[in-house]
């Protein structure tokens, strides 16, 4: 048990060192925060006083959106595609570490960087403090779906190529939320996104109905999510490792 924890423990320094290493990971990980600066000190800067209550609620649900988006298709996907492509997983294989223990450091690493730049955003927004901590809770949760459909398309991808055209889908899946302004259309189908229960709950924490009646749709879809993507997983995983 602690030899496996400290492969992982090992595994995640690694990765987190390449997040640094490579400019276009840490970009796309830098690129949330940069939106959430142009959002509210550009594009928001003139807002009336009474419109800020409506612009920091879509900010709050939408930095979190952004970093997942960002963040799964590069640091997990891109990362993921590129080790497979370079037979970096085949050389840990063969250093007696197991497949689970990759995926779990690149897990550990993903939700610890999108919380970092979650907690940024939080402060470029400039929303109460007090929310920061459900905030936080909130967003990991609603990340976690998204984290392991990237390890899916990051298994089946062969190469980096090829992980451009399913980084797509994770930051389109993960945008949709956003697109709920534009009619109830859009917001029904935004709201039972991957990402949709994580904005909705926000949505009610900013607006101190969090703990209400109205929070168990959300969180029906956010966990009903977690469930289907972690299934999905299980299956490629076990099937990408037969046929390795």
Same mark, same amino acid.
């Given at each position: $048990?602690?030899?496996a924890?400290?492969?992982?423990g090992a595994l995640s320094v690694k990765d987190?060192?390449?997040i640094f290493r490579n400019p276009a990971i840490a970009v796309c990980a830098l690129m949330p925060i940069g939106? $959430?600066?142009l959002y509210r000190f550009v594009m928001f800067s003139d807002m009336s006083p009474e419109a800020e209550p409506a612009v920091d609620a879509f900010l709050l649900g939408t930095a979190p959106c952004f970093a997942v988006g960002m963040i799964c298709s590069m640091t997990i996907l891109y990362a993921l595609s590129e080790e497979k492509e370079k037979h970096t997983l085949r050389t840990l $294989?063969?250093?007696?570490v197991s497949g689970g223990q990759v995926m779990a450091a690149k897990v550990i690493v993903s939700l610890v960087v999108i919380a970092i730049v979650d907690i940024v955003c939080f402060v470029v927004i400039g929303a109460d403090?007090?929310?920061?901590a459900p905030f936080i809770v909130l967003t990991l949760l609603g990340s976690v779906s998204t984290v392991l459909l990237s390890l899916v398309l990051g298994l089946v991808s062969r190469d980096v190529m090829s992980s451009g055209v399913f980084a797509l889908p994770i930051i389109v899946l993960a945008l949709l939320p956003m697109f709920s302004m534009f009619g109830d259309g859009f917001e029904t189908v935004a709201s039972y996104s991957p990402c949709g229960g994580m904005y909705d709950l926000l949505g009610l924490l900013y607006e101190g109905r969090?703990?209400?009646s109205d929070a168990i749709m959300p969180l029906v879809v956010t966990f009903a999510w977690i469930v289907v993507c972690a299934l999905l997983f299980v299956v490629v995983f076990k099937r990408m490792g037969r046929d390795n």
């Open positions: $048990m602690n030899a924890l400290r492969k992982i987190a060192k390449d939106f $959430m600066l $294989m063969l250093a007696n403090f007090s929310m920061l969090l703990f209400t």
